[in-house]
């Protein structure tokens, strides 16, 4: 005898299928059920691990993987944590399975983003007179401090507000960088970097595949690495016939659960000579 399956299609109508000789039911896979398969196929995890990680049962899994089941917000919030997922991701996964994102609830994150609003200025301050700017995960500029507008306008900043493009884009402050194949090529491994961290992130992928079609970049980015690199990449600068050496560093907001505070970086620019701290602290007066 045939069996009959049940498939779904795109407009929700059933369709019945003949193939076999027992009858099954096909459960047609939600948007929140492939992004979870897809995080834990990301993490190596079996059904097994992720279900003793998460602290729920496998059978629940797998129902919440095939569609059978649909997930409560604490099981998606316990999900995200097993998982090591952004708090966008995390986002991403409450908006699959119909739920609100956590991020959008001002009641309780609007004191705390205050809070970090004024850290920020206050570690901006602190880092004077060395260049310091606080961006998001794709390198829009939030806020800066005196000496880094300072620093990037004498360096042939054009006001770009996402320093990425106004570090990879020809011009007066690419020119003006004088290993600029390296930290290009050093910058989009970061950018390719955070979007394996977010493969939900369609504004950092589209800004990848813009920044493929800059002059150089192809070059740049295809440039082998070398075989003894320095323990840290120098940002080399010429500006004013001054050759000039920096380093960074980049923190970022701890433990966060809120993805718009997810995103802050700061990133922090160091002399890494005498000579280019003593023209940052007489370019400061």
């Given at each position: ?72 917000r604490s099981a998606i919030s316990q ?131 813009e920044l493929r079609q800059l002059p ?13 690199p320095s323990p840290v990449l120098t ?51």
């Amino acid at each position: 005898m045939a069996a009959i399956t049940l498939d779904v299609i795109d407009n929700g109508s059933p369709v019945w299928k003949s193939e076999g000789m027992t009858a099954v039911q096909t459960t047609p896979t939600s948007g929140f059920s492939r992004l979870l398969k897809l995080w834990r196929g990301r993490r190596r995890l079996s059904q097994l691990d992720l279900s003793m990680e998460a602290g729920m049962s496998q059978r629940h899994l797998s129902f919440l993987e095939t569609g059978r089941s649909k997930p409560s917000r604490s099981a998606i919030s316990q999900l995200g944590e097993a998982l090591g997922m952004p708090a966008a991701e995390v986002d991403a996964l409450l908006v699959s399975a119909g739920f609100a994102a956590r991020s959008s609830n001002v009641s309780w994150g609007e004191a705390t983003r205050r809070a970090v609003d004024v850290s920020i200025e206050h570690v901006l301050r602190g880092h004077e007179p060395y260049p310091a700017v606080a961006i998001d995960r794709i390198w829009n500029l939030q806020k800066a401090n005196g000496s880094a507008q300072r620093f990037f306008a004498a360096a042939g900043s054009s006001g770009n507000p996402n320093l990425l493009r106004e570090l990879m884009m020809p011009g007066r402050l690419r020119n003006s960088i004088m290993n600029w194949e390296d930290v290009a090529r050093a910058l989009f491994r970061l950018l390719e970097l955070e979007i394996a961290r977010r493969p939900t992130d369609a504004e950092a992928s589209g800004l990848v595949e813009e920044l493929r079609q800059l002059p150089g970049i192809p070059d740049a980015i295809a440039k082998p690495a070398k075989e003894d690199p320095s323990p840290v990449l120098t940002l080399q600068f010429r500006i004013a016939e001054r050759d000039l050496k920096l380093f960074s560093l980049i923190a970022t907001i701890g433990m966060s659960a809120d993805a718009s505070l997810d995103d802050v970086r700061l990133e922090t620019l160091l002399p890494a000579d005498t000579a280019t701290r003593d023209w940052f602290e007489s370019f400061l007066t």
